[in-house]
């Protein structure tokens, strides 16, 4: 499965292994050939699966680091003191 230099755009090759260079095409027909080598030399059945899809990503987070706690800290003690303020100015 060697490729000569004909101009072969580099996006039509998908795989560079042990310096050859092979096609979708021809990784396909290879694949192919070595199915219908199975099921004739082992009488065996060959199953091909679709693609399973990927995991849907979840949202990215940033951990909170020691100054991100801090200024959460500070925004609660800052909304508790108002609250109490809110709380002895109508009580």
Do not use: C
């Given at each position: ?50 693609a399973?899809?990927?995991?849907e ?14 200024f ?20």
């Amino acid at each position: 499965m060697r490729l000569q230099a004909t101009g072969l755009a580099p996006a039509n090759i998908l795989f560079r292994t042990m310096g050859y260079h092979v096609t979708k095409d021809e990784l396909r027909a290879e694949l192919e050939r070595q199915a219908q080598r199975y099921k004739d030399v082992y009488g065996g059945e060959v199953i091909t699966y679709a693609a399973q899809p990927d995991p849907e990503r979840k949202p990215w987070r940033k951990k909170s680091n020691l100054l991100d706690q801090a200024f959460e800290k500070e925004l609660e003690k800052i909304e508790k003191d108002l609250k109490s303020r809110t709380d002895e100015a109508s009580g």
